[in-house]
């Protein structure tokens, strides 16, 4: 899928990711989360059951709960 997803990154169940994502060291994310491409997330948590849409973007230290929608 051309990603590149860091060790260091923790991911729940039922990840959906799309093509050439940036996953950098110490993500968390939540089960049931979906992101479309391109995103470099950073030091951030995105809760459970949230959607990414393309371009979004998430600020260093961010966390985002349960269920959030972000569209561009």
Do not use: Y
Request: glycine share 14%; net charge neutral; with cysteine.
């Amino acid at each position: 899928m051309n990603n590149i997803i860091s060790p260091t990154a923790h991911i729940g169940k039922n990840l959906q990711i799309g093509h050439f994502c940036v996953i950098e060291d110490n993500v968390v994310f939540g089960d049931d989360v979906a992101i479309e491409s391109p995103h470099h997330p950073e030091r951030r948590r995105i809760g459970s059951g949230c959607f990414m849409g393309t371009h979004s973007k998430v600020g260093s230290g961010a966390w985002l709960g349960a269920g959030v929608r972000m569209t561009a």
